[in-house]
């Protein structure tokens, strides 16, 4: 089972941006497709992005769709999630998860890192 660590939260104004990074260890990080999630107060989880595994099929949400930038980095075992023009809307806790090669859920789920806009 592979294991997944965000780094890369953090507090910043509107119109900024962050790069979160998740890497993944204990696998092998191209058998999975990975997502990054992100949950808000008293929302649900959300998907904001998905990237396959290897790396050339990518999906957004619309909320996000042209400002956020999901990549990967096998020979890291890292994805990443640019995000840019942040807004006040995109501030939650930030989770990667990966759904392994026959799965059509994900399975493995980092802790999460905490994004906050301020406007």
């Known amino acids: 089972q592979v294991q997944l660590v965000e780094s890369g939260g953090g507090s910043v104004q509107t119109g900024g941006s962050l790069r979160l990074a998740c890497a993944a260890s204990?696998?092998?990080?191209?058998?999975?497709?990975m997502g990054w999630f992100r949950q808000a107060p008293g929302k649900e989880r959300e998907l904001v992005a998905d990237?396959?595994?290897?790396?050339?099929?990518?999906n957004y949400a619309g909320s996000v769709e042209g400002r956020f930038t999901i990549s990967r980095d096998n020979a890291k075992n890292t994805v990443y999630l640019q995000m840019n023009r942040l807004k006040p809307e995109d501030t939650a806790v930030y989770y990667c998860?990966?759904?392994?090669?026959?799965?059509?859920?994900?399975?493995?789920w980092g802790q999460g890192t905490q994004v906050t806009v301020s406007s």
């Open positions: 990237i396959s595994r290897s790396g050339i099929s990518t």
């Open positions: 204990g696998g092998t990080f191209s058998n999975y497709a």
């Open positions: 998860a990966a759904r392994g090669k026959f799965s059509l859920t994900y399975s493995n």
